[in-house]
């Protein structure tokens, strides 16, 4: 029996930060999708159905979703969640990666290895359809969506199960964000609800911000076992002096 972290998406950063947490082994289905919209109640209905309907060779579709710059893949019968990484319609081995993923998770969610379930939004992309939208109903969303999963996934399970849900904010919601999750109560101490910054790909000090938010939250609030902690921090002690090594090379040249 092992400890396995995997990402339930609703995009690539949380699939991203397990891998620089150095906690990631191997690719589970929904660590490279992008489905900010739907969020976890697709991946639940996906996993409910088996797979059934994500698994089959002509089971996409190019869409022009709102908003975007160039079409994307999609499942024809979860049209809003995309490929944006790869095109598994035209290369079959990438496909056929794709439905290893299934069986991988499927393996996973009946074995008895612990699992740390990681699922996020954010809250701006939550906005894009429903510009009212408060942090706090997002938080109760993310919660009824978990609540759901885990009905689905409990006569499953013969290890433990646990899940971080974070709740991705631009720099000037993070108090009002904090605020209402400072206020939900939660009885299940094997769910963890908290709050990061959104990612800043065009500002270093704030990306470098998300990255640690996201750790932190990683290695403190998804019932790590001390003997992983500290590794993950050994790790990012590493990647950290690595960092200023290139760093400085780079200013002396």
Known sequence: MGHKYIS???ACNAANMIKIAGLRRTSYPFDWLLNLEDGLTTVTDIIRDDFQKVSPWDCYDVVSP???ERTVLAYKHYPRTFHIHSDPSSNREIHEQLT???QRLKRALSSRDSLHLIYYRNLSACRATRPDITPAEVAQLMLSEWGEFLRLISPWRQ???TVLLVLECDVEDVEQTDRAIDIIEIADPKVALKRAISRYDDDAALYDRW????????INHTRMPIWLQVRCHAKRAVRSIRKSIKSRLRSLS
């Open 8 to 10: 339930l998406g609703a």
């Open 66 to 68: 709102p908003d975007a």
């Open 100 to 102: 290893r993923r299934f």
């Open 159 to 161: 290890g433990d199960t």
């Open 211 to 218: 990255q640690k938010e996201w750790a932190h939250l990683i």
